[in-house]
Each structure stands twice: as C-alpha cells, then as structure tokens.
C-alpha cells in the first residue's frame, strides 16, 4: 500500500503546526528514506504527490496563523521525498546501464556459459535459440549509450518496430544493433537512420547465424566488413558482409596474394610517376565496366589519354587490360593491392 510511504507525515505536519518550527534533519531524511523505497517498489512519483497532498488536507491545520508554516512544512517534505525517489531512480538506471554493457560485452566476446547468457539474454528482449544477425555503425566521433545519436536511433527503431526483440547498444565507440536474421527490414533500416544521425557514417551488416555464437560470428563479420570496405574505399554508405564475400577469400592467403601483385603490377613501379597512377587507372577502368569512355570521365581524362594509360600498362606489365584472358589476372591483382595497401606498403 502506497499509504506506508506517508508514515510519520501527518503527525510532523501537527507538530509543526502547533508550533511553527521547521522539519528537522533526521525528519528529511526520513522523508528521502521513504522516497527511495517508493521508487523501487515500482510506485509512481505522481501517484505518492497526490496522496501527499491528500493527507495534507486532511490534517490541515484549524489555526489560520499556522498555514504558513504547513505549507513551508508540506514544502520540504515533498521535495525530500521526491529527493529520495529520484535518487533511487538514478541508481536504477546507472545499474541497468552496468547491465547491459556486461550483458554486451560477455554476448559478443562469447566469454559467459552459454545457459547463464540466454537466461540474461530475455531480460533485454532476445531470444539466443533464433539466429541473429548484427549491424555495426561508426562515424567521425565514439558514441556511448547516452549520446544524443544512440537515443535517437533507439527512438526511430522502437518508433517504426515496436517490440520486435531486438537489442540496441555500443561498443568501443560504435552503434551496435542486433536483430532476429528474419527481419532484415530492421537492419535496413538501422542503417538508414545511423547514417544520416552520424553525419554520413558506414554502416556494415553481419549474416544472420544461429545461437549465441552466432552472434559473435555476426559481430566479428561486420567489423571486418567496415575494415574491409575502408581498405577498398568503397563509397557505399552500407555494406553487406553477404556481398563482399569473395575479399576475404582473396585476402586468406596473405602470401599468395602478395606474389600475385607483385609479378602482375610490379613492373609498374618502374613507370614515371611511380604505379600510383596507372594502379589507380586499372582500378576505375574495372569499376566503369570496362568502359574507356566513362572510365576517362571518372578520371577526368580524354579517352585519348586514359588509351595511352593503357597501353603503357600493357607494356609495363605485359598484360593487356583490354584481353578478357588478361583481365581477370589484373582485376585480381588491383583488389589484391587494395587489401595489402600497396604500393603504400611493402609486401
């Protein structure tokens, strides 16, 4: 009963009545006390104002020369109240928050029992049995739970998707969303509010995987998806780890890779200028399709000068960017110098 929250009220307000002294420290604090209880009980703050106010009445004081004093009286006792309920409503929320970053950290580390972690697991709404898949947000600055940018893009998500069980959160700096595999619309459209909240950030997204390894799996996959898309300078505000899956098995064999460039572009390092340039122009000649006319436009180029660009490197490399038998070696060798940033660095 909220009535045990107003213990001792009725009679402090008679006192001071009667003689028009002020609440004493171990009274408001008594009052903060109570309060505090109040508000992990799960009462509302409204509700106990109410029935302050209501016993106020009641023990209104018959003397018109003690109103004054009630009212200063009622005054502190409700702000200490409210005191105490707000305090214990702040250490329920820096708790809840401790929580969850240890909920998140243990989920996408894999560090707790598995059991244990889809028991914690329900409590912010997931369930680990259905598979899960995880999208990865950054931009220009780190973003903590209580940015402006995290609540906003919680806000949009539970706006548009209600209680669709899905876990918005950050880690070291970035946004975290996971969602059930299912409902990619979720994801999409996490990516679109994250974007445009973090001024223009890449969003990446991991495959959906069962179980709570799964998640894990997801997660490591869109930050290798961010990594990856940073290497190729991709300008795709978000990528799919689902459509960059040939990168990765290009870059498993470091050495193989590395041999690879070498012997199909090194010989453009001999070209003055250095390979930069010609390296830059088999790249957007592959990205235009292999069209000179609007390769030459991306480069700002006559399609007279992007030729001779390509004939030199015919003649440097000995592979003509042009021959279909050619093309596949130079494509994979240019992706490769894009994953091994070179010439930037030796390999």
Not at 120 to 142: D, I, K, N, Q, T
Not at 268 to 284: C, M, N
Request: net charge negative.
């Amino acid at each position: 009963m909220t009535g045990t929250y107003l213990d001792g009220y009725a009679q402090v307000l008679a006192s001071v009545a009667a003689t028009g002294r002020r609440l004493t420290r171990d009274e408001l604090d008594r009052r903060r006390a109570l309060g505090e209880r109040a508000a992990e009980a799960g009462h509302s703050l409204r509700g106990l104002v109410r029935e302050h106010l209501a016993a106020t009445r009641a023990s209104w004081p018959r003397t018109p020369d003690a109103a004054d004093c009630v009212l200063a009286a009622v005054e502190q006792a409700v702000d200490a109240f409210a005191e105490g309920y707000e305090r214990a409503q702040r250490l329920a929320v820096r708790e809840e928050e401790a929580a969850r970053r240890e909920f998140i950290d243990d989920l996408l580390y894999g560090r707790s029992d598995l059991g244990r972690l889809a028991e914690r697991a329900e409590r912010f709404g997931l369930v680990l049995s259905r598979a899960h898949a995880v999208a990865v947000a950054e931009g220009p600055e780190a973003y903590d739970y209580t940015a402006p940018v995290t609540r906003h893009v919680e806000a949009a998500l539970i706006a548009r998707f209600g209680d669709r069980r899905i876990l918005l959160a950050t880690k070291n700096g970035q946004l975290v969303c996971i969602a059930p595999g299912d409902e990619d619309d979720v994801l999409t459209s996490f990516a679109q509010q994250a974007h445009a909240a973090t001024n223009g950030g890449r969003v990446a997204v991991g495959r959906p995987r069962p179980g709570a390894g799964g998640v894990v799996h997801s997660y490591e996959e869109a930050l290798s998806t961010l990594e990856l898309a940073d290497r190729l300078g991709l300008d795709e505000p978000v990528v799919r780890a689902a459509d960059l899956l040939v990168y990765p098995v290009l870059a498993r064999d470091r050495q193989a890779m590395a041999d690879l460039v070498l012997s199909a572009l090194g010989p453009l390092r001999s070209a003055r200028g250095g390979a930069e340039p010609l390296l830059r122009t088999l790249q957007v000649y592959f990205e235009a399709g292999c069209t000179a006319a609007e390769a030459a436009r991306r480069l700002a180029l006559s399609v007279r000068a992007l030729t001779y660009r390509l004939e030199r490197i015919h003649q440097l490399t000995g592979a003509n960017p042009a021959d279909p038998m050619h093309r596949y070696t130079l494509q994979t060798a240019v992706i490769g110098a894009q994953l091994l940033d070179w010439p930037a660095q030796e390999i």
